[in-house]
């Protein structure tokens, strides 16, 4: 719990006909090369927003070493579903998988629990548009708009003044960005229905295509790292 | 002999099976059930090695059942279909496989069409608009490639049921005397008398 409240932000928003995921890059220090991550990793993935399923976003904060093993469960979890059902997993049903798991780690002693805090953003024919927050306990809940990470009580109850029932994601996506305003170095995703095949379709930004969305809402890029440069 | 049929229409899945229980060339039973709803929007009709059937369609029950709990909906007719599949193939490969052949038809609560499944007892799945198990497949296959219509009403998919069962009454040698029907459309499952 500690760690989560220290991680990086993670925001996302239920919208009408998607979900948008937003997740906060901490820059550790300007030693750091980044040279590797700048085109984004398998679909445009990064440290925090991982592909879990076709039809499944996740974004994770706490710690990163915890966080890619549980991403690596839950993948192996759809995948299982698949294998066994032929559909794609309902998204519940993975939170669920996941959150019997995290409990596990509660329950025994001389076992760690995992640090981590996950956000997943999925479609299912079910419930259509989804979103689930699940905590290191085990407990998951689903949500409209929710924040994990430092600064998250500031940043839900921004979203709770702004946000709409009947909200679609084009304004979903400006919703996310202006809360997550204060930075401007993050990762991207949203959800939607392909128009023609109506299956899911999970676009993770690539970094400068976030770059291009941000000039197309309006909102420039500050310069990085201001205090470091000017010291 | 045993035989089955199952065929869709406007958002609905007729199965019918006759309800013989014979043992070599005696009849044991006329009023055997033949056809197990899987749940509030699913149907499966099976036919078989006697003991077999009742066991494997018991399981599968059960199986769907629990995820249903489990889980507060239950599986879409897709994902059941495959899962009796796995089932079916898995018990073909072990020492003593189920031989049972299936009709699989259900009501997608999620996507509000009809479904229905045609599966074997080797684990073979296709789905098909209409299908039938069993010596009366030879002689109703042919009669729904000519009038089965997916848009047909319920009156006109019976009148369509009907025409099969009475040729293979009027053609085949060992034909069955009763069938038992049931019906899955969006209001759940029925049974119907014709």
Redesign the interface.
Known sequence: MEAISHAGTVLGVLAKDGVVLAAEKKVTGKLLDLSASTQGGYGGSGEKIFLLNTNVIGGVAGLTADANSLVNFCRSAAQRHLLTYNEDIPVELLAQRLCDLKQGYTQYGGLRPFGVSILYAGYDPHYEFQLYHSDPSGNYSGWKATCIGANSGTAQSLLKQEYKDDILVKDAIGLVLRTMSKTMDMEFAVLTLDPTTKTPKAKIYRPHEIDALLLSEGLTKKDEDTEMKSS | METSFALTGKGYVIIAADTTAARSIVKMKVDEDKIKALGPHLLMAYSGEPGDTVQFAEYVERNIRLYQIR?T?S??P??AA??VR?SLAESLRSRHPYSVNLLLGGYDT??YDPHLYWIDYLGTISEVPFAAHGYGSYFALSLLDRYHNPEATLEEGLETLKRCIDEVTKRLVVSPGKYKVKVVDKDGVREVEI
Request: net charge positive; glycine share 0%; no cysteine.
């Open positions: 889980n909906y599986l879409r897709s994902a495959s899962w796995r999620a996507s």
